[in-house]
């Protein structure tokens, strides 16, 4: 996946680098040439998932609402459509996360140093990502 953004920017750019502008916006516009996309959809991302959370939030206070005024032996009746959509989107939820952090950037790139660095008595934070084994070698 990595190798998928490094062909898209050149490390070493043509033109000489500038004194950066004053001001916030103005530096991060003039230091994201290329990749203003990748930031923009980040940023769109990030959002989406700020308020996929709180809306679980305020689901789960529904839920709770719900427990005060349904009888158990009647919950599953008069709240059954919306518990299994809740549960529906839990686990996909669960799945796309599941999928995300186990992707090589995430599991091997970003923790490798700190697990390398724990005691060598720990073996499963000392071992080696599977995949960097198998480049490194």
Known sequence: MLGYFEKRLPPYPDPEPRLPPKGFMAFVWAATPG??????????LSAAI???DALL?????????WLGQ?????????RGPMLTVLAVILLASIGLG????????VHC??????WRSRPSNSPRLST????SVATSA
Do not use: E, H, I
């Open 35 to 44: 990749v203003r996309g990748y930031v923009a959809t980040l940023a769109v």
């Open 50 to 52: 700020s308020v996929y």
């Open 57 to 65: 939030f305020a689901m789960l206070g529904r839920v709770v609402d």
């Open 70 to 78: 349904v009888t158990p032996a009647t919950l599953w009746t008069d």
């Open 98 to 105: 599941r999928v995300n952090t186990n992707s090589d950037c």
């Open 109 to 114: 790139g970003g923790y490798s140093g700190a």
């Open 128 to 131: 080696a990502c599977p995949s």
